[in-house]
């Protein structure tokens, strides 16, 4: 799917763009619908339909039925083993080539970024491509678990359950991620949300922090979201179509300047 010659990205953004000393673009799930892997709100199909994401993935569900979420990280985890990057996953990769700072704060728990060539990621809610022991032990990628049979699978070190390596609702951001992107969006001269319903905390509020610092903020969605009312450019439409459109008028501009 080429670039859609009618879709004009505002020159002014891409100048904006093209001037920024410190960009971050913030992801969320609309930013993996492309590649297949259904947003957190329309997760649920067939087996899983009968439950709401925002029930399964807590540390209270975990308590109560072990064996029921860590199924439903490993059902998710096949979509998302079965998915491939999409335009804009790669768009945003390659604007690391056209830009002096980029910061990426990613709420997506997939890894389809880094496969997409991201060199740093920010995984604000961590990664269910990696499990990590509930007694503390370090994180592990998924491939690397002796299957014990058991489910959930037990830690090597010391036999406890294993969960996924995710934040769950109730629990707090990882304090380095929080850390990071907090000071990358003080900081930045310009942000791009992409693909987020701009209604989970604390991520919610990273745009809102970066405007009350002077940085211009874009959206991409096709919806609109709580943030649009703040928002300086809204670009309506999907990350898949906008992105690469994006990435291209910048890097036109740059061959011309
Ligand atoms: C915390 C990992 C405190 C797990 C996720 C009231 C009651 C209870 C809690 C709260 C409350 N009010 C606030 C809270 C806190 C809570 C919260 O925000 N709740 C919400 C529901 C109100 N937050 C927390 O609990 C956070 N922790 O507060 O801890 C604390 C502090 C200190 C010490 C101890 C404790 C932790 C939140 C993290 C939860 N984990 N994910 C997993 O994935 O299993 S969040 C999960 O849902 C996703 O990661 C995503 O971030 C989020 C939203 O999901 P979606 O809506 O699907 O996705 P998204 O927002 O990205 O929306 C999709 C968008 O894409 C839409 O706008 C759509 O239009 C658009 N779109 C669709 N297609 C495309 C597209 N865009 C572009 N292109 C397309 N093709």
């Known amino acids: 799917m080429g670039p859609d010659p009618n879709f004009l990205i505002p020159p002014d953004l891409i100048q904006a763009l093209d001037r920024s000393r410190h960009a971050v673009v913030m992801t969320g799930s609309g930013t993996s619908a492309e590649s297949g892997i259904p947003t957190f709100r329309n997760a649920q199909t067939g087996l899983w339909a009968k439950y709401r994401p925002e029930d399964l993935a807590t540390p209270e569900a975990f308590e109560r039925d072990p064996q029921l979420v860590w199924e439903w990280y490993a059902w998710r985890r096949e979509l998302v083993g079965a998915?491939?990057?999409?335009?804009?996953?790669?768009?945003?990769?390659?604007?690391?080539?056209?830009?002096?700072?980029?910061?990426?704060?990613?709420?997506?728990?997939?890894?389809?970024?880094?496969?997409?060539?991201?060199?740093?990621?920010?995984?604000?809610?961590?990664?269910?491509?990696?499990?990590?022991?509930?007694?503390?032990?370090?994180?592990?990628?998924?491939?690397?678990?002796?299957?014990?049979?058991?489910?959930p699978p037990r830690c090597r070190q010391c036999g406890a359950m294993l969960r996924p390596d995710v934040v769950w609702f109730g629990e707090a951001i990882p304090a380095v991620a929080l850390a990071t992107a907090l000071k990358a969006v003080e900081d930045c001269d310009i942000l791009l949300a992409i693909g987020t319903s701009a209604v989970v905390q604390p991520a919610a509020g990273l745009a809102m922090q970066a405007k009350q610092h002077g940085a211009l903020l874009v959206e991409v969605n096709p919806e609109?979201?709580?943030?649009?009312?703040?928002?300086?450019?809204?670009?309506?439409?999907?990350?898949?179509?906008?992105?690469?459109?994006?990435?291209?008028?910048l890097r036109s501009r740059q061959d011309h300047a």
Do not use: W, Y
Not at 121 to 143: K, Q, Y
């Open 224 to 249: 609109p979201t709580p943030l649009t009312r703040d928002v300086d450019f809204v670009l309506t439409g999907s990350s898949g179509r906008i992105m690469p459109e994006l990435v291209n008028a």
């Open 83 to 151: 998915a491939e990057p999409n335009p804009g996953h790669i768009a945003i990769a390659e604007l690391n080539d056209l830009l002096p700072h980029l910061t990426l704060i990613t709420q997506n728990v997939d890894g389809l970024h880094q496969r997409a060539g991201s060199p740093r990621v920010i995984e604000f809610h961590g990664n269910l491509m990696r499990s990590r022991c509930t007694a503390g032990h370090p994180a592990d990628e998924i491939d690397k678990i002796d299957n014990t049979g058991e489910t």
